[in-house]
C-alpha cells in the first residue's frame, strides 16, 4: 500500500525560511555576544524553529481552476463581419469623395 506523500516546499517557502535562519542567526549571535557553545547552539536551534515556522505559514498557490467550455454561440447571435478596408485605401476614398 503506498504511503501518502508530503506535498513538496514552494521555492518561496525555501527563500523565506532560509533567509530567516540566517539573518535571525546573525542577529541573535551579534545581540547576545555568545562566546559558549552551548550559547551558540540554542541560537542556531532557534533560528532554524523560526525559520521552519516562517516557510511552513507563506500562503501556498491556489490550484487554477478548472477551466469551462467554451459556449458556442448561434449563428442568429453572431453579428456578420465586417469588411476591413486597408488604411491607405480609404484615405484615398475619403480624398477623391471630398474632392468631388
Known amino acids: 500500500m503506498p504511503r501518502p506523500t ?5 521555492v518561496a517557502q525555501l527563500v523565506y525560511g532560509s533567509c530567516t535562519v540566517i539573518l535571525s542567526t546573525l542577529a541573535m549571535l551579534l545581540l547576545s555576544q555568545t562566546d559558549s557553545g552551548p550559547g551558540v547552539a540554542l541560537i542556531a536551534l532557534v533560528a532554524l524553529v523560526l525559520g521552519l515556522l516562517v516557510a511552513l505559514t507563506v500562503p501556498r498557490p491556489k490550484p487554477a481552476a478548472p477551466v469551462a ?32
Open 6 to 10: 508530503a506535498p513538496r516546499p514552494t
Open 69 to 100: 467550455s467554451p459556449i458556442v454561440a448561434s449563428s442568429a447571435d453572431t453579428p456578420a463581419p465586417r469588411e476591413r478596408v486597408p488604411a491607405q485605401a480609404a484615405s484615398a476614398q475619403a480624398a477623391s469623395a471630398q474632392q468631388d
